[in-house]
């Protein structure tokens, strides 16, 4: 699998995959995702400010994240305590492809986000989900992740978890 940036052409194939995270997130009762947000405009912005990620299987996109190196405002209101204060890498907007559930495709996404932060020499990802995201939360709970509190993001509370990479305690993959 290749993680590389998003270009504009895949707008379409991207959206379909959101559209489908989004009706997911519907039947499985969240609110997640349900009030317009994510939407074409969004990757649209993402690939513009060189956020929007796709994961490439056999010459297919079969996940989309926007990867933001810096500073995410509503992270800096946190009800609880980040582990750092350095620099960190940011992951929103995470889906992937009805094909791909279930194959642990978002798994390795997140673990090769731990490569680019290595090689950028940031060595915090912090992310936030819907508390009822359960599939997310088994993701973060298997990759390590700590908890660290909630935050606001568009407006709702999300469960913030940050991960600390080390390249002397076998994170780095």
């Known amino acids: 699998m290749i993680l590389r940036k998003a270009i504009i052409s895949e707008i379409p194939i991207i959206w379909k995959i959101l559209r489908d995270a989004i009706e997911q997130r519907k039947q499985d009762g969240s609110e997640q995702w349900q009030n317009g947000y994510p939407n074409e405009q969004t990757i649209f912005e993402d690939i513009i400010n060189g956020y929007a990620y796709v ?3 056999d010459s297919i996109i079969v996940a989309y994240a926007a990867i933001i190196l810096g500073n995410e405002p509503s992270y800096k209101d946190i009800k609880g305590e980040w582990l750092t204060n ?3 890498v ?6 992937t492809s009805n094909k791909s559930k279930g194959k642990g495709v978002a798994t ?3 673990k090769m986000v731990e490569n680019i932060c290595i090689e950028q ?7 936030d989900t819907n508390f009822d995201n359960i599939p997310m939360l088994k993701i973060l709970d298997k990759l390590n992740y700590t908890y660290c ?8 509370p999300r469960k913030a978890f940050e991960k600390v990479i080390s390249l002397f305690n076998g994170d780095m993959v």
């Open 108 to 110: 390795q996404l997140f």
């Open 55 to 57: 994961l490439i299987d």
């Open 86 to 88: 350095d620099n960190y």
């Open 121 to 127: 020499k940031v060595y915090s990802i912090k992310v």
């Open 149 to 156: 509190g909630e935050i606001y993001y568009q407006g709702s």
């Open 90 to 95: 940011v992951i929103h907007r995470v889906a």
